[in-house]
């Protein structure tokens, strides 16, 4: 690992099987990620030029403005000579203090919801009913590698409106992704139901957390209102000769898509 001054960190990427055992158990490796984490830049590359060459434009606090669409075109540059190109952004965010403190708002519109909704737990067995059900894609990931553990889904008339869930993506964290349907979106359901996963999470030992897009500004609005905080921005490339094009799915950073 090599640093530059006290903003940035960089360290040419592992293998896979050389990577520590409490990441996150992801089967992507991309060529190059950089994560931005309070003031703190870490980049990882294959290529040494490529790491060279970003880090000399990270230098100092340029990581802070690395979501930039002139950095990150600047960023594309240095990566079309050695067939690599931006493949994805994300902002991801962890519960904030005042999370853990208790929420009489919260409890409030629980109750309120409570009045028009039924919330209860799935129970595994339950999940299975949902595998190709693209409106419960953020909640359900149905990765043998992740697999979905704690499942709250909301009811009304029978029928699941809403489902927010926890995969269980490391032996230290679980991400958290939600699901609410059109007619019913905007009356609050995603932040109380993202609220209750990630207390979920937190009384299991675990850290939940919860990714969107950086321009997806009703996304980090859910998870700001569920009592968490912005913690870290992730960016990912990949090799040009490993993308499917005909597959939608392989532009996005790999975890719940958004």
């Known amino acids: 690992m090599r640093q530059f001054g006290g903003n940035l960190l960089t360290a040419p990427r592992q293998e896979l099987v050389d990577m520590g055992q409490s990441r996150r158990r992801y089967t992507d490796h991309w060529e190059l990620r950089l994560a931005h984490y309070s003031g703190i830049t870490l980049l990882s590359a294959k290529h040494q030029k490529v790491l060279e060459s970003i880090a000399d434009l990270l230098n100092g606090d340029n990581g802070s403005w690395i979501g930039d669409y002139s950095k990150l075109q600047r960023v594309n540059d240095y990566l079309t000579p050695a067939a690599l190109q931006n493949t994805g952004t994300a902002l991801f965010f962890v519960p904030s203090a005042t999370f853990f403190a ?39 990931g149905f990765s043998a590698l992740r697999p979905d553990i704690h ?42 139901m993202v609220r209750e996963v990630a207390q979920r999470v937190c009384e299991t030992g675990k850290v939940p957390f919860y990714g969107t897009s950086p321009s997806h500004i009703v996304s980090q609005k859910v998870a700001i209102n569920a009592g968490m905080e912005p913690a870290w921005y992730e960016f990912a490339s990949t090799s040009l000769l490993d993308i499917d094009v005909d597959t939608p799915e392989q532009g996005l950073i790999e975890g719940r898509p958004e």
């Open 151 to 192: 499942v709250l889904a909301a009811e009304k008339d029978g029928e699941i409106q809403a489902m927010a869930g926890a995969s269980d993506d490391s032996e230290l964290m679980c991400q958290i992704g939600i699901d609410v349907l059109e007619p019913l979106r905007g009356h609050g359901l995603a932040p109380v």
């Open 102 to 140: 208790s929420s009489e708002m919260h409890v409030r519109a629980r109750e309120q919801l409570s009045q028009s909704f039924n919330f209860r737990w799935l129970e595994p067995h339950e999940f299975e009913q949902f595998r190709d059900d693209r409106r419960f894609s953020n909640a359900l």
